[in-house]
């Protein structure tokens, strides 16, 4: 019974956001954050707590989170609520793609040549997921990694999410991981729209 309970609540609260967003006019903005903003603890410790919502098998840094947050190679941008607090809800992160290690059998033919930037899962609090927030964020983060010279983005995503993305932009299959149907997948900077 608790469990249902717990449900219901995170459930009226997605329509309390929801709501928030279509009848009362809350917007969300992009910002690329300084390095003098990074390292602040309530900075870091927003991120974190959102980052530790992520299920399991999305935490690709559970140890070194915050390190990896105040690496300079590190690209980084954050959505916020338009509100007095500027208040974090979401980020986009990554880095070199050689500064990750892989799911076992992928193997990427850019890994070693320095022109890959690795985008890992976007995390957004919970309630705030499917208003628009994730594309913008990868579609900030792409700018930022074009404007740092890298020729290709590569991430994990959904199979259906990828395909979608197939029509409209330069998005190729890399792996096709089964039976989750979470694949690796790249893009060309250079070529098309992220």
Not at 181 to 193: A, M, Q, T
């Amino acid at each position: 019974m608790s469990t249902v309970l717990s449900f219901m609540k995170l459930r009226q609260e997605e329509i309390r956001i929801e709501s928030e967003f279509e009848y009362e006019h809350q917007k969300f903005q992009t910002k690329v954050d300084s390095p003098e903003e990074r390292g602040s603890d309530e900075y870091i410790n927003s991120l974190t707590s959102i980052y530790n919502e992520l299920p399991q098998p999305l935490q690709l840094q559970k140890f070194g989170f915050a390190k990896s947050v105040l690496d300079p190679n590190t690209i980084l941008t954050t959505l916020r609520l338009n509100d007095d607090a500027n208040t974090i809800i979401g980020y986009a992160k990554g880095g070199p793609l050689e500064s990750y290690q892989l799911y076992a059998g992928v193997e990427d033919e850019n890994y070693g040549k320095e022109n890959t930037i690795f985008l890992e899962p976007i995390a957004m609090k919970l309630g705030y997921w499917g208003l628009g927030g994730g594309t913008r964020l990868r579609k900030v983060f792409s700018l930022l990694a074009n404007t740092k010279r890298y020729r290709y983005l590569t991430s994990f995503a959904l199979r259906d999410l990828i395909q979608k993305r197939m029509g409209s932009e330069n998005v190729e299959f890399v792996a096709m991981l089964d039976p989750e149907h979470w694949d690796y997948y790249r893009v060309d900077l250079f070529g098309g729209i992220v």
